[in-house]
């Protein structure tokens, strides 16, 4: 298929398009650039949603129901399970497809597991170009599910223009929590099995947290849910669409996802710096830079000045 197609096909909201559209992002095709130039003017309708936590809190179970939800009030749905560490696990959604099988079938809803087997870059640049395509074939939600909480998975998360973080009763020692990260990048806190004991205690460590920090625009909602009866998850798809508002009242989404390109294009950028400088560092034969910073001729310092130089001379513009 050839890339205009698959882009026309994409915005079509072709469902078989969209999926060989993610492959390429995941294998980091050489047609990924102009199917991005053939997508880009077409996205920024999308609402994106992260969804991290803990192994175990039940991330899956909640993706779905927020399906539910959003479909039930006529959205349109993709959800997109990120695996940043193994290319053979499928990540979490395809370990548990089950909870998904509700809406295998509904043309409104796309499900995805993705792994970055080839993207240079890794998550960083693999997540926001996935994100792009479901954004382009139509979708009105897209949840970002990550398998756990370490800084890929944060990194992907805050991909997105809303974070939610889940915890569950029980959810261990705060101090180490807070010590991830974790905290600092929740739109919204999601306490999720609020059926079992110890609910309210997390909600209350959440607020005591909450209330020790600094005082922000936006002071992210505590929303209690369970997958089991379905309570709280319409509160939850409200706080959603609550802090959608805000940022659009305030105008940070608009500045939000413009710095989230700016980095992606500086990380582009990098990428291709340095797999250029790789390259000539590999041309090298048994003299040049390499073995003058082995014989202690030059500092790395003066080693980087020297292949920045090579990398933006006009005969290396031009090869």
Known sequence: MKGSELAERVLAGDRRAVARAISLVEDGSKDLPALSAALYPKTGRAHTVGLTGSPGVGKSSLAAMLVQAARARDRTVAVLAIDPTSPFTGGAL????????????????????????????????????????????????????????????????????????????????????????????????????????????????????????????????????????????????????????????????????????????KGMVAERLRARVSELLAQEADGGVAADLAGRMIDPYRAADILLERVSSPSERGA
């Open 94 to 265: 395809l370990g548990d497809r089950l909870r998904m099988q509700a809406h295998a079938t509904d043309p409104g809803v796309f499900i995805r597991s993705m792994a970055t087997r080839g993207h240079l870059g890794g998550m960083a640049l693999a997540a926001p170009e996935a994100l792009r395509i479901l954004d382009a074939s139509g979708k009105d939600l897209i949840v970002v599910e990550t398998v756990g909480v370490g800084q890929a998975e944060v990194e992907v998360a805050t991909a997105t223009d809303t974070t939610l973080v889940v915890v569950s009763p029980g959810w261990g020692d705060a101090v180490q929590v807070s010590k991830a990260g974790i905290l600092e990048i929740a739109d919204v806190f999601v306490v999720n099995k609020a059926d079992k004991e110890g609910a309210d205690d997390a909600a209350r460590d959440l607020r005591n947290m909450l209330r020790m920090g600094p005082k922000l625009a936006w002071q992210p909602p505590i929303v209690k849910t369970s997958t089991v009866d379905g309570s709280g998850v319409d509160e939850l798809v409200d706080a959603i669409e609550s802090h959608r508002a805000h940022q659009q009242e305030s105008g940070q989404l608009e500045e939000k996802r413009t710095r989230r390109v700016l980095e992606e294009v």
